[in-house]
């Protein structure tokens, strides 16, 4: 069965750091991977995806996410964040059954300036 | 410009009482899902359709009915059945998977309180 953890239900940085926020998966076969960023009482918007190839993936708004096979985790990455990075950031891994998505719960960023 | 449209925004309800979310989709998609958000728990699937005149139950169907008789349109009806149906709803779209790496394409979502 597919599945992703985020092990942090909130991420707190200061504005110019750099940030991570955790995601592990557990899939069988070739994993494809996603992240995505929700804005209050907004739909999802996609930031990057990992299909094949480099292991790290550069995706909208300066984002970046490392895939590590070996640990089974694909953390997304800013190397400075910003107020208006604050929002909800959900991870999901593509199922082999007709191609739907498993989200994680969700990390709520904040970027305290 | 493609994309896809939820309505209504926000929607109030009695117990007791049907409703009906439209989700409207404009980028030649295939395939449409609905996913319900609660706080802390995620996205989780209700129902997906990959072909018109078809449809899937996903994980938690219970309560609700979908349609799918034009392609550009998935329309969700949350019935009395449903114990507890306040909830942010969330409809995607995706090209086929087959040969598709799986990004789904979400609206701006409707939040729908019982009161």
């Known amino acids: 069965a597919q599945s992703v953890a985020q092990p942090e239900d909130q991420v707190n940085v200061a504005e110019g750091n750099p940030l991570t926020v955790k995601c592990t998966y557990s899939?069988?076969?070739?994993?494809?991977l996603f992240w995505y960023v929700q804005y209050p009482n907004r739909g999802l918007q996609f930031l990057l995806k990992y299909i094949t190839g480099d292991n790290l993936v550069k995706g909208s708004y300066g984002f970046e996410a490392e895939f590590n096979k070996s640990q089974t985790s694909f953390h997304l990455k800013k190397p400075s964040a910003l107020v208006s990075d604050s929002a909800l950031y959900f991870c999901?891994?593509?199922?082999?059954?007709?191609?739907?998505?498993?989200f994680g719960r969700g990390t709520q960023l904040t970027v305290w300036p | 410009d493609g994309g896809i449209t939820q309505s209504p925004k926000y929607l109030f309800r009695k117990e007791g009482q049907n409703v009906t979310l439209s989700c409207e989709q404009n980028l030649n998609h295939d395939a449409m899902y609905w996913y319900r958000q609660d706080p802390g728990q995620g996205l989780r699937l209700i129902y997906y359709?990959?072909?018109?005149?078809?449809?899937q139950k996903g994980d938690i169907a219970e309560g609700y009915s979908v349609s799918r008789e034009k392609k550009e349109s998935f329309p969700l009806t949350v019935t009395s059945a449903q114990k507890n149906p306040t909830a942010f709803y969330l409809c995607a779209s995706s090209i086929v998977p087959q040969g598709n790496t799986g990004e789904l394409f979400f609206g701006e979502g409707s939040r729908l309180t019982v009161l």
């Open positions: 999901a891994v593509r199922g082999s059954t007709l191609g739907r998505l498993y």
């Open positions: 359709s990959q072909i018109v005149n078809d449809f």
């Open positions: 899939v069988s076969g070739n994993p494809y």
